[in-house]
């Protein structure tokens, strides 16, 4: 079974700052990645996912993932944040090619301060 | 498509009382997930359905807890009796595909006195 790790709880920062919310997962088979965002008192949205191609992804509003299949990782960064960036973040991994149904990591919330 | 329904949004309820959490997943999408979020244990996965079909079950936490998919377009989630620790935000989200994006609901943020 596959696992995923969020290895911080809680990343303050600047506005206008660069942040890098960390993931790692455990699989030794290909994998599909994912990143949601939870913004205050509203349910899980997608943010961004891996499936396949190209290994570095980009969503609509600034941030952007790299698979890295040798270090298992799929960091999710931004050059320069806003206020408005301030939520919970989430990593989710499932395998690719079977009816296998994503786990999710703990949750990062990511503060950003004026 | 007006994304994944839920209701109530909120709901306070005295323990011993039963709770019935309501679903309408989006139209098409074959997988439905019952999640619960606390700020002691994060995301938990408590069922997910096929095709109306529970699959996996696994989490959720006991017989306390009940839940079904009568028909493609509605679940509901049971708490009875309910107790203090059940409070929570209780998420219902559906997939086309099992390994698929979730589109989640905004929860239902339950709260048992």
């Known amino acids: 079974a596959q696992s995923v790790t969020q290895l911080d709880s809680q990343v303050p920062v600047f506005e206008e700052a660069p942040v890098e919310l960390r993931c790692n997962y455990s699989?030794?088979?290909?994998?599909?990645l994912f990143w949601y965002v939870q913004y205050p008192n509203q349910g899980l949205q997608l943010l961004l996912k891996y499936l396949s191609g190209s290994t570095l992804v980009e969503s609509i509003n600034g941030f952007e993932a790299e698979f890295n299949k040798s270090q298992t990782s799929f960091h999710l960064r931004k050059p320069s944040v806003h206020i408005s960036d301030t939520a919970e973040y989430f990593c989710a991994v499932t395998l690719s090619g079977g009816s296998y149904i994503p786990t999710f990591g703990r949750g990062t919330s990511l503060i950003v301060h004026p | 498509d007006a994304g994944v329904i839920q209701s109530p949004r909120h709901e306070v309820t005295e323990m011993g009382q039963e709770v019935t959490l309501r679903c309408k997943p989006i139209?098409?999408?074959?997988?439905l997930f019952w999640y619960r979020q606390t700020m002691m244990r994060g995301l938990e996965l408590l069922i997910y359905?096929?095709?109306?079909?529970?699959?996996?079950d696994s989490g959720m936490p006991e017989d306390r807890f009940s839940a079904k998919m009568p028909n493609a377009s509605f679940s509901t989630l049971k708490i009875q009796p309910s107790e203090p620790r059940d409070s929570a935000v209780y998420f219902c989200?559906?997939?086309?595909?099992?390994?698929?994006?979730?589109?989640f609901g905004p929860g239902t943020r339950l709260l048992v006195l």
């Open positions: 139209s098409g999408h074959d997988y």
């Open positions: 989200a559906s997939s086309l595909e099992p390994e698929e994006t979730q589109y």
């Open positions: 359905f096929n095709n109306n079909v529970p699959i996996d």
């Open positions: 699989s030794s088979v290909s994998v599909y």
